[in-house]
């Protein structure tokens, strides 16, 4: 047993075992990140899917889980897809300015030409 539990055994109330799957990617230091991960997902739904991938990609896929669980519970609706909609809108309306302002100034160039 690690003498300081993870954050994930510490909220659930358990032993923290020295093979625990959970204690590289949730540090004493932040219990709210796998709150909000266990929370939406659920501790057992996230010990299979590290589980199943690769050790490598294991601390990428927690950062993932955590933005997205964040997401979620700040937008029970939309969740990181407001923001993803948010962000091509305003991409969108960027290249349709950037587009304005090209034609303006080829218009003057062809002003000065003249």
Do not use: W
Request: hydrophobic share 35%; net charge positive; charged share 20%.
């Amino acid at each position: 047993m690690n003498p300081k539990r993870c954050a994930a055994c510490k909220y659930l109330r358990r032993r923290c075992p020295k093979d625990c799957i959970f204690s590289p990617y949730f540090p004493p230091s932040d219990p709210d990140k796998f709150a909000c991960i266990h929370r939406i997902y659920g501790a057992g739904n996230v010990s299979k899917m590290l589980q199943q991938l690769p050790v490598q990609t294991r601390a990428e896929a927690v950062e993932s889980l955590s933005f997205e669980a964040k997401c979620r519970v700040d937008d029970p609706v939309y969740g990181c897809v407001g923001i993803i909609s948010l962000l091509q809108t305003q991409i969108q309306n960027t290249q349709a300015l950037l587009a304005k302002t090209q034609a303006e100034i080829a218009v003057a160039q062809n002003k000065q030409n003249q």
